[in-house]
């Protein structure tokens, strides 16, 4: 209190002192916490420059029939979506995108679980194992999609065929890369090989989280091993199974580096997916209206599917 | 959990042991590989290799031109990563503190992001690029960097400032401090864990991305080595050792780094993913 309010009456100082001095707690500088909206400014400009603007225009382009070169001319209306149900190529793509979809994710978070599982136990060599088991996630696809080439390549003697011929498992031996029927699945195993690890970390945060006493609570009532795991560290996982599914499912969905440097789509179009078929019209056909319209669909049932995946793990992780 | 080193523990920790064995296959073919010679991968493609030879790598070394391409891919990282903690930390502090319906708003669009797949974009952004004279610079690649791994890098900054107490800005701004000075001197020192996962996760991407570079920089004497060792090795196609070698020396720098760095990286990737 200073002196300009010593003249009010003491009883009633703030109203008295309203008209001209602020009272004393009105002096009080009433701070916003609130940061100033503008501190985001750059990033929002980035995110709708690179990411927002162009997707709404490739939504544009997927209507048209721009060569990718010079002025948009020609309006097509839905035709680039009428010609993709009539293009073997493209449906063979969407094909091979929901079948290594389905299989990677199923067996990179089965693996996953099984390998955090293990190294969350009372293992000497877990330390080493999460390094090993998680090392190739930080090595770029284009070098790891190399050394699985010369790894599956058709000689009986060098590579895979050449282990399963020590082994004396030469039925299992392939053509791994060349075989039409063989080869979506060779790639699956690369990309399995490489995530599989990435999805054990997030498993084992999971697991790391799970408070001891859960445990120690259900053992004094008697239930089995088998009974903790399906009862507590099942539901517990939720949170973890939700990002894993999630992760791994956007990443199959959008599948290119690997099939480019492997198979580059082939052999024939054996090995084709939605990303490599997007890529190849606009950047190798100049079809960039068409690869926009495939473009589209991707996005579509990209979108469909992660907010699905959401909705029902969100429901999963509240019960 | 077991609390004691049992039999089964025992057998878990073998069959552990065996997976990693059948797992590290492909280091061990690529290894030996980078150490034969032409005549002795056709002879003896699963063996160790006879000799100790190193004249793979330096020819690789000089066929390959790794080291401008390290160049480029240290540039490249490092001011896309850069960026990327600037302005997602300030962009995940408004959007954690401001309890606008425009802020909500904006977070949800920055979420779908993270999921929306870039393939889209990616035409128009294309054309712009050439347009603007992008294409074929360092500056264009960083920029599409900032922009596709802003939305992730904003979610966990967003995420991880929503968890803190709001008194710390708060008792910095009493102290007479504006915005700018709270942030950079009180609150950014805070948010060193996510900061640490932050960084991880877009220098594990942004370096070893493969499209992006292959698609704005091909053939500019500006690629990355992910573009590099995929041109290299197109080139060199039969000749297995100088291909492995070069591959070898490629992958090394990020190795390394995760070997020195692998309780955080591990421990980054999974508190940053963990929501």
Same mark, same amino acid.
């Given at each position: ?22 009272? $004393?707690?009105?002096?009080? $500088? ?5 940061? $100033? ?13 690179i990411v927002a603007v162009p997707t709404f225009t490739g939504l544009g382009v997927a209507f048209t029939d721009?060569?990718?070169?010079? %002025? ?139 408070? %001891? ?103 999963? %992780?509240?019960? | ?242 291909v492995a070698a070069g591959i070898i020396l490629a992958s090394l720098p990020v190795l390394v780094l995760f ?17």
């Amino acid at each position: 209190m200073t002196s300009s309010s010593t003249l009010e009456s003491a009883a009633a100082p703030e109203v008295a002192a309203a008209p001209r001095v602020p009272s $004393p707690r009105r002096r009080r $500088p009433r701070i916003h916490t609130s940061p $100033p909206w503008w501190f985001a400014l750059p990033a929002f400009l980035m995110f709708a420059a690179i990411v927002a603007v162009p997707t709404f225009t490739g939504l544009g382009v997927a209507f048209t029939d721009w060569s990718g070169l010079g %002025e948009i001319e020609h309006i097509v209306w839905f035709q680039n979506f009428i010609d993709v149900f009539s293009d073997k190529q493209a449906l063979g793509s969407i094909r091979n995108t929901l079948l290594l979809t389905v299989v990677i994710v199923i067996v990179q978070n089965v693996i996953g679980l099984l390998l955090a599982l293990g190294v969350h136990s009372r293992v000497k060599s877990r330390f080493a194992l999460r390094t090993i088991f998680f090392a190739p996630m930080v090595v770029s696809a284009v070098m790891i999609s190399f050394v699985w080439k010369y790894i599956y390549n058709p000689r009986p003697d060098a590579g895979i065929n050449g282990v399963l011929g020590a082994l004396g498992l030469d039925w299992l031996q392939q053509d791994w890369l060349g075989d039409p029927e063989m080869a979506l699945w060779s790639i699956a195993i690369i990309v399995i090989w490489q995530a599989a690890g990435y999805s054990m970390v997030i498993f084992l945060a999971g697991l790391t989280g799970i408070p %001891e006493e859960l445990y120690e609570a259900a053992m004094v009532d008697g239930a089995t091993p088998m009974q903790r795991f399906r009862h507590i560290t099942i539901p517990q996982l939720a949170p973890a199974m939700t990002i894993n599914v999630l992760l791994s499912l956007t990443g199959a969905l959008t599948l290119f580096t690997q099939v480019l440097t492997t198979t580059g789509g082939g052999p024939g179009y054996a090995t084709e997916t939605l990303s490599t078929i997007i890529y190849k019209e606009a950047f190798i056909y100049g079809n960039f209206g068409y690869s926009a319209a495939i473009a589209v669909l991707l996005t579509i049932g990209v979108s469909i599917v992660a907010f699905t995946q959401l909705r029902i793990m969100r429901r999963r %992780e509240v019960d | 959990m077991t609390k004691r080193y049992t039999f089964r523990t025992l057998l878990l920790e073998i069959g552990l042991i065996a997976a990693a064995v059948a797992f590290l296959f492909p280091v061990y073919a690529l290894l030996t590989m980078g150490f034969k010679d032409a005549a002795e991968i056709v002879t003896n493609p699963l063996g160790l290799p006879s000799t100790l030879n190193f004249d793979n790598f330096g020819r690789a070394i000089e066929s390959a031109r790794l080291i401008p391409a390290t160049v480029n891919s240290l540039i490249i990282t490092v001011a896309s990563v850069g960026g990327l903690v600037l302005f997602g930390s300030l962009a995940g502090y408004v959007l954690a503190r401001r309890a606008t319906r425009m802020s909500y708003w904006a977070y949800m669009a920055m979420v779908a992001g993270i999921i929306l797949p870039f393939q889209l974009a990616m035409i128009p952004l294309y054309r712009a690029m050439v347009v603007l004279e992008l294409t074929g610079t360092h500056l264009g690649v960083i920029l599409f960097y900032w922009g596709v791994h802003m939305p992730l890098t904003v979610f966990l900054y967003t995420g991880f400032v929503r968890a803190l107490p709001d008194d710390y800005v708060g008792a910095a701004l009493i102290d007479g401090a504006n915005h700018w000075q709270a942030f950079w001197r009180v609150l950014f020192p805070l948010l060193r864990p996510v900061t640490g996962t932050v960084i991880i996760l877009n220098v594990v991407s942004v370096w070893n991305d493969f499209f992006t570079p292959l698609l704005y920089l091909g053939n500019s004497g500006f690629e990355t080595i992910p573009v590099r060792v995929y041109s290299f090795v197109n080139e060199y196609t039969s000749d297995y050792g100088l291909v492995a070698a070069g591959i070898i020396l490629a992958s090394l720098p990020v190795l390394v780094l995760f070997l020195l760095l692998q309780r955080y990286v591990i421990h980054g990737f999974a508190s940053g993913l963990k929501g």
